[in-house]
């Protein structure tokens, strides 16, 4: 679908068209075909679209990227109502992690509520100066940002990136294949030579790191136009993110329904899918969403 700059994003339409709708995004420098153990497990009861934002996963980058919460918070307005209008009106839940998530938090408060539900996965939410937990997403958001700027971005085989998933601490709680499929879903076949470039250029990744600081969004529950699930990586877990703490602050801060997944990281959908699958569904079932 094309989008209002002239770039295009790539939806995905699976599972069972009677069935309630999901839209479903990914994290950034990620890309959604390596949430499926996660998503796979709704295609016998809904219908499910799944895209890559801007720049990521599927698509073709664009030029320029305009690569910024803003604009990605248009690009989701876009991708619901071109959805709604190409296979027709339906109630729609969304399901979103990290950047994607925090991108719906924006869509919702800023442009309006589109959802019957949506369902947060670990959304970098970055509290107002002064906030308890506002230093430690401050540093987070910073080292993630250098991380970025400096990560290797040509490859000679995907086996190539896999390998490097498979022996880093921060991947090793994926589950079996994960390492694998993250690589094919985030590399492109280079368009100027051999081998293999990431989708999403480490500028682009950097950007979106950088700009988590500035957003000033800690909104309330309330402040959203339906049923907000909220759910986060692990604070009590041995090298929690700071994303854990503050989720937990904003959840009890803002009267969100809350759960953590019990010794998940932020990539929580490919390292306890069956457990975020079953809290997804808690929630559904909660609030007649099926």
Known sequence: MALEDGAAIRARTYGNQAGARILMSHGNGFAVDAYYPYWRQFLPDFELVIFDFRNHGQNTPANP???????????????????????????????????????????????????????????????????????????????LTEFARNRRRAFVSIDELTQEYLAS????????????????????????????????????????????????????????????????????AKGAPATAPANRALAIEGGYDYDIVEGGGHLLQIEHPAECYRLSMEFMTKHNLL
């Open 65 to 143: 990227p305009n690569h910024t919460y803003e604009q990605l918070t248009r690009d989701l307005e876009r991708v619901f109502q071109t959805t709604q209008t190409e296979l027709g009106a339906k109630p729609t839940i969304g399901i979103f992690h990290s950047m994607s998530a925090r991108t719906a938090m924006k869509h919702a408060i800023e442009v309006g509520w589109r959802w019957s539900g949506l369902i947060l996965f670990d959304p970098p939410d970055v509290p107002p100066p002064g906030h308890p937990n506002y230093a430690a997403m401050e540093v987070f958001e910073n080292k």
């Open 169 to 236: 601490r921060a991947t090793r709680n994926w589950v079996e294949g994960e390492h694998e499929l993250m690589a094919r879903s985030v590399l492109r076949k280079n368009p100027s030579g051999d081998g293999f470039v990431l989708v999403c250029d480490p500028e682009n990744e950097a950007g979106i790191y950088a700009a988590a600081v500035t957003l000033n969004l800690w909104p309330k529950a309330r402040e959203f136009g339906g049923p907000v699930k909220l759910i986060g990586a692990d604070p009590n």
